[in-house]
């Protein structure tokens, strides 16, 4: 193992890793489906040998006219077949009318397929992402109480504000008080989710987010 991974793994700080973006393991199609589902064990496997807390993993998205159950029960066959040496976190995410996890009723039924598949259910967790849920068109107003509702466990924020309003569907994180989202509602998350906090805001103004949030919190 290279000496930074050992860095890593022997570093005192808590490590989340994030994996592709490209991953889709919700897909009706199996050209991408089956790639996607073998790159996320092998992110998982890579991920736990530095010793980090989960991996990130967005939800996927099917195509405009395929059944949304399609995607569950994509969800549910990963965790039956795949085993999981550390948490996978679902992250909710900021666009698409067929993305799986933009919305809390679509996190709902993708949450009861992976559990109930699941060899584990506890190294199923979640990621909320604070400028996801606004750009997704969640409120962010009791957000902690409806995800905790779903999930029963939130194990990690993204602590990011949003360059576009309410509902815009885009995924464009910006500087905690430069956006679009009140810095009392990202703070209220921050502190009613109990949870390990990343921020993933522009490089040139994150020390300042991470100031404002040591501040606060």
Excluded at 89 to 116: H, Q
Excluded at 120 to 139: M, V, W, Y
Excluded at 180 to 200: G, H, S, W, Y
Aim: aromatic residues 4%.
């Amino acid at each position: 193992m290279p000496a930074s991974a050992d860095a890593i793994r022997d570093s005192e700080v808590d490590v989340y890793i994030h994996a592709p973006y490209l991953i889709n393991v919700a897909t009706a199609n199996n050209r991408i489906r089956i790639p996607s589902r073998k790159l996320l064990e092998g992110q998982l496997k890579a991920a736990a040998s530095l010793g980090a807390k989960g991996l990130i993993v967005h939800g996927g998205h099917l195509n405009k006219d395929d059944d949304p159950q399609i995607g569950f029960d994509n969800w549910r066959k990963v965790f039956e077949r795949m085993d999981c040496p550390i948490p996978v976190l679902i992250e909710n995410t900021a666009g698409g009318g067929n993305a799986m996890t933009r919305r809390l009723d679509t996190i709902a039924r993708l949450w009861d397929a992976a559990t109930a598949g699941a060899q584990d259910p506890s190294k199923i967790g979640f990621c909320l992402d604070t400028c996801h849920a606004h750009a997704g068109g969640e409120d962010l107003v009791g957000l902690v109480d409806r995800v905790l509702a779903i999930t029963g466990r939130i194990d990690l924020i993204h602590c990011n504000d949003s360059r576009d309003s309410f509902d815009s569907g885009a995924d464009r994180h910006t500087n905690l008080g430069t956006g679009q989202i009140d810095p009392d509602q990202i703070l209220t998350i921050c502190r009613t989710a109990n949870a390990p906090i990343v921020v993933e805001t522009p490089s040139e103004g994150q020390a300042d987010d991470i100031a404002f949030l040591r501040k606060h919190l």
